[in-house]
């Protein structure tokens, strides 16, 4: 079976963002609400941050149940771990998700500025200067025959894209508009030439977007 670059769970805006403007260590999503804009996902059975027991089940618990399946690395862009620019003032910053990040395998940080790499839990961060298609290959080489996931944010996503490397990607659009920040599309229809596409209303408001290679 080939090892597939899968964009899984990645919310966006109804007008296309993946995050807002301003993004500080305060606001991760800049002047996005994220727990609007991830609100499908939260308040499923299967969120791993759920403290309490209930949730909805359904569509989009089976997506947000999904996210870890086969999942054997992650690439993410240098915005989804932190909010700090240009060369590393500090490297006590470890990313937003506390001791306990949420990835439980190996992750390939793409950045200009390296940095060591280091492990929390199960996961170890790597911090890599390369093109989308070197970077791949060294997280399915971490992989070890299992499929990569490409966690965003929308920069890195376009990029891939545009590099023709992503097999599979679910979007979820929200109903909700930001206006400005980092945009993953002015319209879906954009990538019909390269992909099929099944488009999933949930009565949770947003509507899930499924590509798949043509």
């Avoid at 890599?128 to 791949?136: R, S």
């Amino acid at each position: 079976m080939p090892q597939l670059l899968r964009v899984q769970n990645f919310s966006v805006s109804s007008d296309g963002f993946g995050a807002g403007e301003g993004q500080s260590l305060e606001r991760p999503f800049g002047h996005a609400d994220p727990s609007q804009m991830f609100a499908w996902a939260i308040h499923t059975a299967s969120w791993p941050g759920r403290t309490a027991p209930g949730g909805s089940r359904g569509l989009d618990d089976y997506f947000t149940r999904d996210f870890a399946h086969n999942i054997g690395a992650e690439i993410m862009g240098r915005n989804k771990f932190g909010p700090q620019r240009g060369p590393w003032q500090d490297h006590e910053w470890r990313g937003w998700w506390g001791e306990e990040p949420p990835f439980h395998t190996p992750v390939f940080v793409m950045t200009h500025h390296t940095r060591p790499s280091f492990t929390l839990s199960d996961t170890t961060f790597h911090f890599v200067d390369g093109d989308p298609a070197t970077v791949l290959a060294l997280a399915r080489e971490a992989a070890q025959g299992k499929d990569v996931r490409l966690g965003g944010g929308a920069t890195v996503v376009r990029e891939f894209l545009d590099a023709g490397l992503v097999d599979t990607l679910h979007v979820a659009v929200s109903p909700m508009k930001l206006g400005s920040g980092t945009r993953l599309w002015e319209s879906p229809e954009e990538l019909l030439d390269r992909y099929h596409l099944d488009v999933v209303p949930s009565p949770s408001g947003v509507t899930h977007h499924l590509f798949w290679r043509r």
